[in-house]
């Protein structure tokens, strides 16, 4: 039995020459065909992470410049929420002013503290609406919440101002109300 399974055995084997011809020949063709077929591949490849690389750097480019505006607007909206809170305490120190005192030192106080939270709503970047009487009436900056006939002023004029308006940059805070004539 031990004959047997070396007769197949020696049928399949080859003698060394014959065998190392055939894998010269079989080596042979592939290698000239695969060496440009790998450069390609590799260029394929180079190219294939270059733009994932490209694409990525484009992304966080962009993930930056995002964040970068919605850090200013979120500080925009923060300072004029402060703002809104603090305009009540500007029309109060406005109406203390008007009304008359013989008080002078009381008076300077008032002035004195008007003036400072003028000065730090300016250093903001917040600057009152120009709303005084005579000027036009500009729905996107005044409210208007009276109307009266009056032959002296223009159309859509600015009769009176009841309440002065606040804006930050372009960004309107609060709205002028105002009485318009005709």
């Known amino acids: 039995m031990a004959e047997e399974k070396k007769a197949p055995e020696a049928e399949e084997e080859t003698t060394p020459v014959e065998s190392a011809a055939e ?3 079989e ?3 592939p290698a000239e065909t695969a060496e440009p077929a790998a ?5 394929k490849q180079y190219d294939e992470l270059n733009d994932r690389y490209l694409r990525m750097a484009a992304e966080y480019d962009n993930f930056r410049k995002r ?3 919605e850090r200013e607007a ?3 909206d923060a300072v004029a929420y402060a703002v809104t809170e603090l305009l009540t305490t500007a029309d109060n120190l406005s109406r203390a002013l008007a009304q008359p005192t013989e008080d002078a030192a009381y008076k300077q106080g008032v002035e004195m503290t008007f003036t400072q939270l003028m000065t730090s709503f300016e250093k ?3 600057t009152p609406i120009e709303d005084a009487p005579g000027t ?6 005044h409210n208007a919440v009276m109307h009266v006939d009056d032959e002296a002023l223009g159309e859509n004029v600015i009769a009176e101002v009841f309440q002065k308006g606040y804006k930050m940059g ?3 805070i609060r709205h002028s109300m105002v009485k318009v004539a005709n």
């Open 39 to 43: 450069g390609a591949d590799l260029q």
């Open 67 to 69: 964040s970068q505006r």
């Open 124 to 126: 903001l970047g917040v």
């Open 170 to 172: 372009e960004k309107v």
């Open 27 to 29: 080596s042979a063709a």
């Open 74 to 76: 979120v500080h925009g």
């Open 136 to 141: 036009p009436f500009d729905p996107n900056l």
């Open 23 to 25: 894998e010269t020949a």
